[in-house]
């Protein structure tokens, strides 16, 4: 059973840094995951931040390129999401998410966001980050 736990949340001024992680475990071997960061305001929908494809190729939200970076530690089943330069308007309730994927890709554009194409399989709980400013 596959278990996603993030950390590193917490409360920063604009224009401060966060890193979160998260720690994944059960994940099937021989099998290929997408991996990605979503995250959602208070009242509002859930939007994709970060992805990274099977063949590793990342993908941003707009409102995030050039601030945000995602990258993964295959060793020892880590995500990151290191987050410089946050605004107010990043705060909410962070997630990491995993996919299973054969071939292809796991992430469109979808105007200045990204999303899941075809649902994201796993879900952590999801850690909260606000950025007061």
């Known amino acids: 059973q596959v278990r996603l736990v993030e950390s590193g949340g917490g409360s920063v001024q604009a224009g401060g840094s966060l890193r979160l992680s998260c720690a994944a475990s059960g994940f099937t071997a021989g099998t290929r995951y997408c991996l990605g960061w979503f995250r959602q305001a208070p009242e509002k929908r859930r939007e994709g931040v970060a992805g990274?494809?099977?063949?590793?190729?990342?993908i941003y939200a707009d409102s995030v390129k050039g601030r945000f970076t995602i990258s993964k530690d295959n060793a020892n089943n880590f995500l990151y999401l290191q987050m410089n330069s946050l605004k107010p308007e990043d705060s909410g309730m962070y997630y990491c998410a995993a996919e299973r994927m054969s071939q292809g890709n796991c992430f469109a554009p979808l105007g200045p966001t990204i999303h899941s194409i075809y649902g994201m399989d796993y879900w952590g709980k999801g850690i909260p980050v606000t950025v007061s400013g």
């Open positions: 990274i494809e099977i063949d590793g190729r990342e």
